[in-house]
T-cell receptor, first 115, second 115 residues
Framework: AQTVTQSQPEMSVQEAETVTLSCTYD???????LFWYKQPPSRQMILVIR??????QNATENRFSVNFQKAAKSFSLKISDSQLGDAAMYFC????????????FGQGTRLTINP | DTGVSQNPRHKITKRGQNVTFRCDPI?????LYWYRQTLGQGPEFLTY????????KSRLLSDRFSAERPKGSFSTLEIQRTEQGDSAMYLC?????????????FGPGTRLTVT
């Protein structure tokens, strides 16, 4: 079974600074996708960024980028120029390319932005 | 299209009572997922529908839980004889039946409190 581990329960960063959230995963599959989801307080989960395992190039979405190290099974999220609205729980998630394609989530990292 | 909706948003029930939650996915999304999220944890997969067929159930889904998706549209999740351990946020998500690279869109969740 696939597992996702986020080893940082909480992180904080000064507004406008850069922060990196860590994620590792375990799988024997070759066809899979990785995601970072954001869950603001009392609001629904939204997608931040996705990475296809077959792509070597790291995904980037505006201020958000990932460092995908396939051999190390590592998938970290870098947030540049942090904004107050970035404060949320961040979940790393794995999705198989086969079968039900359900998401397997990590435990989450609570990100606090200090003004 | 207003996204995935879930009702009710909050439910308080006494132990032993039955409860039913409803999820309305984004129209034309063939895949529908239910997840359970306990406080401070990432969501855990419960069950998955492709159209009206329930194709996978987690071991977390005991025989007190049942889910349906008649006609492949909305879905219901029923919990019979609720226990305090059932207290959690129940999340619904939908996605197109195209590729695992497509994101799952989440609803706001139903928060269940069993007293």
């Amino acid at each position: 079974a696939q597992t996702v581990t986020q080893s940082q329960p909480e992180m904080s960063v000064q507004e406008a600074e850069t922060v990196t959230l860590s994620c590792t995963y375990d799988t024997s599959e070759s066809d899979y996708y990785l995601f970072w989801y954001k869950q603001p307080p009392s609001r629904q989960m939204i997608l931040v960024i996705r990475q296809e395992a077959y792509k070597q190039q790291n995904a980037t979405e505006n201020r958000f980028s990932v460092n995908f190290q396939k051999a190390a099974k590592s998938f970290s999220l870098k947030i540049s120029d942090s904004q107050l609205g970035d404060a949320a729980m961040y979940f790393c998630a794995y999705r198989s390319g086969q079968g039900a394609q359900k998401l397997v989530f990590g435990q989450g990292t609570r990100l606090t932005i200090n003004p | 299209d207003t996204g995935v909706s879930q009702n009710p948003r909050h439910k308080i029930t006494k132990r032993g009572q039955n409860v039913t939650f409803r999820c309305d996915p984004i129209s034309e999304h063939n895949r529908l997922y239910w997840y359970r999220q306990t406080l401070g944890q990432g969501p855990e997969f419960l069950t998955y529908f492709q159209n009206e067929a329930q194709l996978e159930k987690s071991r977390l889904l005991s025989d007190r839980f049942s889910a349906e998706r008649p006609k492949g549209s909305f879905s219901t999740l029923e919990i019979q004889r609720t226990e305090q351990g059932d207290s959690a946020m129940y999340l619904c998500a939908s996605s197109p039946d195209v590729s695992a690279s497509y994101e799952q869109y989440f609803g706001p969740g139903t928060r269940l409190t069993v007293t």
